[in-house]
């Protein structure tokens, strides 16, 4: 049974930083994503970015190019998401999620149903 849990979140003020963290546990193959998505209140839940896991390949929404920063620990089994140049519209629950095994091959999953596995949630707040 895999297990994500995430941590990390906080409140920041605008243009400072933030590292999430999401242990996972119980993942028995190497080929499949990792992912953090964010759900602001009254909003869809939103891609944020992705990483192959046997690859290293990362994804990023348009929202958060070049701000924040998705990555892997394997020997940890942790997933990060660095979060630098925080804005008030980055405030949202952040959740970490993770596929079953994926071909490499197959499109990058950014949408929420491409993902089986959830962790619980941790709050970022973005104070301006």
């Known amino acids: 049974q895999v297990q994500l849990v995430e941590s990390g979140g906080g409140s920041v003020q605008a243009g400072g930083s933030l590292r999430l963290s999401c242990a996972a546990s119980g993942y028995t193959y190497s080929y499949f994503y990792m992912g953090w998505f964010r759900q602001a209140p009254g909003a869809e839940r939103e891609w944020v970015a992705a990483?192959?896991?046997?690859?290293?390949?990362?994804y990023y929404a348009d929202s958060v190019k070049g701000r924040f920063t998705i990555s892997q620990d394997n020997a940890e089994n942790t997933l990060y998401l660095q979060m630098d140049s925080l804005k008030p519209e980055d405030t949202a629950m952040y959740y970490c999620a993770g596929t079953i095994r994926y071909n490499a091959y197959w499109r990058v999953p950014r949408e929420r149903t491409n993902y089986k596995y959830w962790g619980q949630g941790t709050q970022v707040t973005v104070s301006s």
């Open positions: 990483i192959y896991t046997g690859a290293g390949n990362t």
